[in-house]
């Protein structure tokens, strides 16, 4: 029954399970009730022409008081509350003292009011415990039904002079829901720790959206709004160029969308092989928006391995490919690049290389935020890493290497391990 589910929700589960098993089990001894009341009362009018103790009028009000039970629980089963149970409990009485009067009232069918069809309304009645919106609840409704039925039983017993007999079905049927319910009650406190220790999780899952969400925005503001501040800065006073108002244009609407808050897989196709790889990866469209805006960028290796790179991968690479070479533009004093790819069998690992007038990393201010949040943070929440070999006058050359899927002799993708990263503070990660 729980098979599947959450520890929290095995508890409604069981008890939705429980209402309605008692719900099916009522209405199936509420329709055995009226077809016996039926049965009997047309085979004893067929059999005896002699005046016998229940009357036509008595026989019909039985079988409205059924249905009327019967109503009652199909709305209690819809919507269980305590009025609704009041009303059961209110209608069962009165059915239940109505026909054991009327099937106790035919002449020689039953000599003790113990019998298995004379207890099926008061089975229905007691499965009113089961309905209950919770378990101690379920005890007192099924105690109160029980002690009514057998009331009205004793009552009706001795208006018809039947001797009454405590029958074992009505005991069992409420010893075994009473059971059932009060287990419920005992594991309540490990239900409790389990909804606790799931909140906790919730919790941490959203910690960590939320943290990821940051990384992203800090990540756009990098390689949106700053860089086109810069440029504008760096721009020459008068109209702006047709590359310039091109690019703030498509900042614009990057910042419009909502494309930057999912999931990359989402928004992305899975990788195509060859040619095709090149032309519709993020790398490629990352180094033709540096060609529009005038930096001359040469391409060697092996351009088809993209292909290998999930979408998530690959649009974040280009994203940091598209940050260094922005680099090469604002700070290297020339207008020429070279971009090489080389591929291993469990990564990729791309160079962006400048012969302009390179840096001290370790003297870059703190407030230049490039490298450190739109490479190499960008990097290792891919599972890869981040190599800048430069100095003044030497030029400057960033290596980035991403894992990619291992696919196995069968064609399935395994994908390889990933090292873990921690934020320490680490004089190399000043940003460029």
């Known amino acids: 029954m729980t098979l599947g589910l959450p520890d929290h929700l095995v508890k409604r589960a069981l008890s939705h399970a429980l209402a309605r098993a008692a719900h099916w089990f009522a209405l199936t001894c509420l329709a055995a009730s009226l077809a016996a009341i039926i049965l009997l009362s047309l085979s004893t009018t067929a059999a005896t022409s002699e005046t016998v103790a229940t009357t036509p009028t008595e026989t019909l009000a039985t ?16 919507r269980r509350t305590v009025a609704l149970t009041i009303a059961y409990l209110v209608a069962g009485t009165v ?13 020689d069918l039953f000599p003790s009011s113990n019998v ?27 105690t109160t ?44 406190r490990e239900w409790s720790v389990q909804i606790a220790l799931h909140r906790a999780m919730q919790t941490d899952q959203t910690r960590l959206l939320r943290h990821e969400l940051d990384l992203r ?39 419009r969308g909502t ?45 088809a391995a993209l292909g290998r790179l999930s979408p998530a991968s690959d649009r974040e690479l280009g994203l940091a490919v ?15 690049a070279e971009v090489v790819i080389e591929s291993e069998p469990s990564n990729i690992s791309l160079m962006v290389m ?34 800048i070999l430069t100095r003044p006058g030497a030029g400057t050359s960033v290596m980035l290497s991403v894992p990619v899927a291992i696919k196995e002799p069968g064609g399935h993708a395994e994908p390889t391990e990933q090292p873990e990263h921690t934020e320490t503070p680490d004089p190399e990660r000043v940003a460029q």
């Open 116 to 142: 298995f069809l004379v207890t099926l309304p008061k089975l229905a009645l007691v499965m009113v415990g089961g309905a209950g919106v919770s378990a101690r609840a379920g005890v007192l409704w099924s």
């Open 217 to 255: 925005t800090l990540a756009l503001g990098q390689d949106t709004t700053l860089q086109q501040l810069v440029a504008l800065a760096r721009a020459h006073p008068g109209p702006l160029s047709a590359n310039l108002a091109g690019s703030i244009r498509d900042t614009l609407q990057t910042l």
């Open 95 to 107: 059915a239940t003292y109505l026909y054991t009067l009327t099937v106790l009232g035919m002449p």
């Open 322 to 336: 598209l940050q260094c070479l922005v680099n090469v533009i604002l700070h290297s004093g020339i207008v020429a």
């Open 145 to 188: 039904a029980f002690v009514l039925a057998e009331a009205v039983t004793v009552y009706a017993a001795a208006q018809t002079e039947v001797p009454y007999g405590a029958d074992v079905f009505t005991i069992s049927t409420y010893l075994f829901l009473v059971s059932v319910l009060l287990l419920t009650v005992f594991v309540r």
């Open 63 to 78: 079988i409205v008081a059924l249905l009327l039970m019967a109503a009652v629980l199909i709305a209690l089963s819809l």
């Open 259 to 303: 494309d930057w808050l999912t999931d990359a897989d989402a928004l992305s196709v899975g990788p195509h092989g060859g040619t095709d790889a090149w032309l519709t990866s993020a790398v490629y469209a990352a180094i033709e928006r540096s060609r529009d805006r005038g930096l001359v960028v040469e391409v060697t290796g092996d351009r």
């Open 354 to 387: 400048d012969a302009g007038r390179g840096f001290t990393e370790s003297e870059t201010g703190a407030d230049r935020l490039g490298l450190r949040q739109a490479v190499r943070r960008r990097i290792e929440r891919l599972g890869g890493s981040v190599s």
